[in-house]
């Protein structure tokens, strides 16, 4: 697969069945929004894998037991979560 050099466009065409969503949207706006929603689902992409990274995270916590929550009044401290039920009635407000 050949990569484009910064700074130059690339075109891209779809087609799509004339009962396809996007072709219902109006011939002026078409592109814009067609971009924008390629632009948005490889954002949502990326941000979804480091939500999923997280969750394996807080996951693997919550199996070992070994689960610390900062509080809000130091930082520096953090605050052993013994059950889950205190994690769902912790107040960090």
Request: glycine letters at 2%.
């Amino acid at each position: 697969m050949s990569k484009t050099p910064k700074g130059k466009s690339v075109r891209v065409v779809l087609y799509f069945s004339p009962d396809h969503p996007v072709a219902q949207i109006p011939d002026e706006y078409r592109n814009k929004m067609v971009k924008e929603m390629v632009n948005f689902a490889v954002n949502f992409q990326a941000d979804f894998k480091e939500l999923k990274k997280e969750t394996l995270k807080i996951r693997k916590m919550l199996e070992s037991g070994n689960l610390f929550l900062s509080t809000p009044e130091s930082s520096n401290n953090a605050k052993k979560i013994e059950t889950l039920k205190e994690i769902i009635d912790l107040d960090l407000d």
